[in-house]
T-cell receptor, first 111, second 117 residues
Framework: EDKVVQSPLSLVVHEGDTVTLNCSYE??????LLWYKQEKKAPTFLFML????IEKKSGRLSSILDKKELFSILNITATQTGDSAVYLC???????????FGQGTRLTINP | ETGVTQTPRHLVMGMTNKKSLKCEQH?????MYWYKQSAKKPLELMFV???????ENNSVPSRFSPECPNSSHLFLHLHTLQPEDSALYLC????????????????FGEGSRLTVL
């Protein structure tokens, strides 16, 4: 059975800090790993990673995948209160359409 | 605005009621999904429709009945629910290539918060 484990489950930091969120996975015939941000209701897409070692970057957010060790990290630098959200990691198999999600990491940025 | 609209946003129902959740996507996608999000649990996939055909049903109880009349609309019909079915129900869509394998990126609606009394 496919499995996605995120850590930590909850994280509280001060504005300006840098955070690293972790996602490890076990999946048969891995195709891609995705990161989503969920603030209130609808998760919004951040990154899709398919190749090891290639960093994806969007502003202060970046992510990288290690297909050998079966994990990904999401980095947020110079955090702002607007970064407070639940960050979801999900994996997709080859030939499948369903995403298998982790529990999410609840990130709180205090001013 | 994600291009995926869900109604109602909030629903309270008794265990003997029958109600429906509606989802509409304006993105031209050909695959639609229902996910359930309960407190402190991962998002759980319930159903997948690709090209209006159900391709996945994740052992969901029969008191949940999906309907996909066309590629833009998806319903979740609810009847004789249990209090443990209270959750946020999220609809999503994606563009699936004709081979059946999706692109991976889902676009989510805002969700319907369901409370079963």
């Amino acid at each position: 059975e496919d499995k996605v484990v995120q850590s930590p489950l909850s994280l509280v930091v001060h504005e300006g800090d840098t955070v690293t969120l972790n996602c490890s996975y076990e999946v048969t015939n891995f195709r891609s790993l995705l990161w989503y941000k969920q603030e209130k209701k609808a998760p919004t897409f951040l990154f899709m990673l398919t190749s090891s070692g290639i960093e994806k970057k969007s502003g202060r957010l970046s992510s990288i995948l290690d297909k050998k060790e079966l994990f990904s990290i999401l980095n947020i630098t110079a955090t702002q209160t607007g970064d407070s959200a639940v960050y979801l990691c999900a994996v997709v198999r080859q030939g499948a359409q369903k995403l298998v999600f982790g529990q999410g990491t609840r990130l709180t940025i205090n001013p | 605005e994600t291009g995926v609209t869900q109604t109602p946003r909030h629903l309270v129902m008794g265990m003997t009621n029958k109600k429906s959740l509606k989802c509409e996507q304006h993105l031209g996608h050909n695959a639609m999904y229902w996910y359930k999000q309960s407190a402190k649990k991962p998002l759980e996939l319930m159903f997948v429709y690709s090209l209006e055909e159900r391709v996945e049903n994740n052992s969901v109880p029969s008191r949940f009945s999906p309907e996909c009349p066309n590629s833009s609309h998806l319903f979740l019909h609810l009847h004789t629910l249990q209090p443990e079915d209270s959750a946020l129900y999220l609809c999503a869509s994606s563009q699936a290539p004709s081979g059946g394998a999706g692109t991976g990126e889902l676009f989510f609606g805002e969700g319907s918060r369901l409370t079963v009394l």
